[in-house]
């Protein structure tokens, strides 16, 4: 049987262009043996120089499972096992990367002179990264956070932008405006109204749009970052947290903010139990790993709290994964960050001493990086999807939606190990650390294992 049989041509192709090639090769039933014995000839004798990326492929590797060897052989040995009766067939052994995220269209890509070098710059807006994570597509059904409470406690929020000035303002600090602009650009990602930056428009000739995840969500900035650079105190950062859950009736807190997490155990730690019990009682805490990457060990607290929604940032232009962007483990091992949005150069509405850090102009919006802007983004998910749970019968897992949901029961078996009974007979066993989604009462909560209460309707669960 001529080689351009078994060849597929991109191996064709890959022989051709190059003098040793990395190939798969797979042996026909029965005589794997056989292709391996002449392979390992050619393998062991070889001594050509590998350079560059061909140093990525092994010089034999065997896959019996599925009848496969993966060698980098000469081309004429290529073109010989094309011909070979004991090969099925001859494919290109390729460079595999890590898949990129969602990024926005062409369209959503624009280009100003910024810093101080009037250098050109890409920069995207929350309008077209709502359109990453679906958000424009839940608003368009009705799903826009009507009804949904959040509070982010940072710098504060402005009342006069015209993206903000439906939110509300409160403040633990005797200072109450945002002098910084960094709590404005988050409570604008997170609901902000559709506003059209004017002057970057006509500068560059496009419509530059920016709106919130869910413009319709009940948004309380809570100033608890103060000092025109934004710094404030553990303290302070808790008695917000009490104001957001107490006199606000907050389903959801966002966090974007952080200091270094240098406690053994989360136990230590003045976050855990205050996220703890948040969490027990049904309210979404949802903060930034940390601007601290890329090096492992460098979520920031509260983040590295587990009870908290933990997020990092990528790229939503090239897809990759920010290097400021803090990594895990934990310092108790924790796998963090929970998950990752788009946080690098986000162009949204801002005021004080940030509104010039984009371009040196004051015109009350700029593009910003950091992991806080990646938690907003996710936060508004959020309160789209907890919009949704109030009047479906759709809940929201972290690895997507569970539709038509069966309710399951639960005991606590022996040595700490729950039993999961679904309604078809089938039996789950969960330790401690297991997460459960569960209804209480109008609301549904993650919680571990041993936080079930006797009542709960368990819906799911995440295998940890």
């Not at 990024?103 to 100003?112: A, I, K, L, R, S």
């Not at 009804?147 to 409160?170: C, E, F, N, W």
């Not at 952080?258 to 003045?270: H, I, Q, V």
Request: hydrophobic fraction near 40%.
């Amino acid at each position: 049987m001529p080689f351009v049989d078994k060849l597929t041509a991109a191996a064709e192709r890959l022989a051709h262009s190059i003098p040793v090639a990395p190939v798969i090769i797979k042996a026909k039933p029965g005589r794997f043996d056989d292709v391996l014995h002449a392979i390992r000839g050619i393998a062991a004798e070889g001594r050509f120089l590998l350079r560059g990326e061909l140093e990525i492929f092994p010089k034999l590797r065997t896959i019996p499972t599925f009848n496969l060897i993966a060698a980098l052989l000469p081309r004429e040995w290529i073109f010989d096992l094309g011909e070979a009766r004991e090969v099925e067939r001859v494919f290109p052994n390729k460079i595999v990367h890590i898949c990129g995220y969602p990024t926005v269209p062409p369209e959503g890509v624009f280009e100003y002179e910024r810093g101080a070098f009037r250098e050109p710059r890409q920069f995207t807006t929350t309008y077209w990264t709502k359109r990453v994570i679906g958000a424009d597509v839940a608003n368009r059904k009705g799903y826009d956070g009507t009804g949904v409470k959040v509070a982010v406690i940072d710098t504060g929020v402005s009342l006069t932008h015209p993206a903000t000035r439906h939110m509300r303002l409160d403040s633990v600090m005797l200072q109450v405006h945002d002098e910084n602009g960094h709590g404005e650009h988050c409570c604008a990602t997170v609901g902000g109204k559709r506003v059209r930056d004017e002057r970057l428009s006509r500068k560059i000739g496009r419509d530059v749009w920016t709106e919130g995840m869910a413009p319709n969500a009940i948004v309380t900035g809570i100033k608890a970052l103060g000092w025109v650079i934004g710094t404030g105190s553990t303290d302070g950062i808790l008695k917000a947290v009490e104001l957001g859950f107490s006199k606000y009736r907050a389903d959801i807190i966002s966090m974007s903010l952080g200091s270094p997490s240098t406690e053994e155990r989360p136990e230590d730690d003045p976050f855990y139990e205050p996220m703890k019990e948040l969490t027990e009682r049904g309210v979404i805490v949802c903060c930034a790993a940390g601007n601290e990457g890329p090096g492992s060990n460098t979520i920031s607290s509260p983040g590295a709290m587990p009870d908290v929604l933990t997020v990092g940032a990528y790229d939503p232009i090239t897809g990759k994964v920010a290097s400021f962007s803090s990594r895990g483990p934990t310092n108790w091992n924790d796998i963090k960050p929970d998950c990752i949005m788009p946080g690098v150069w986000i162009h949204a509405p801002v005021v004080g001493v940030l509104d010039k850090a984009g371009d040196n102009t004051k015109q009350r919006f700029s593009p910003l990086s950091g992991t806080c802007l990646a938690g907003d983004v996710d936060l508004g998910g959020y309160m789209i999807k907890e919009a949704m749970l109030g009047d479906t019968v759709m809940a929201f897992t972290p690895s997507g939606f569970v539709e038509d949901i069966v309710i399951a029961h639960w005991f606590r078996g022996e040595n700490d190990v729950y039993e999961i009974e679904l309604e078809d007979g089938t039996t789950i066993q969960a330790t401690p650390e297991h997460k459960f989604l569960v209804k209480r009462g109008d609301k549904f909560v993650w919680v571990r294992a041993d936080m079930l209460r006797e009542n709960d309707e368990v819906v799911t669960w995440l295998d940890v």
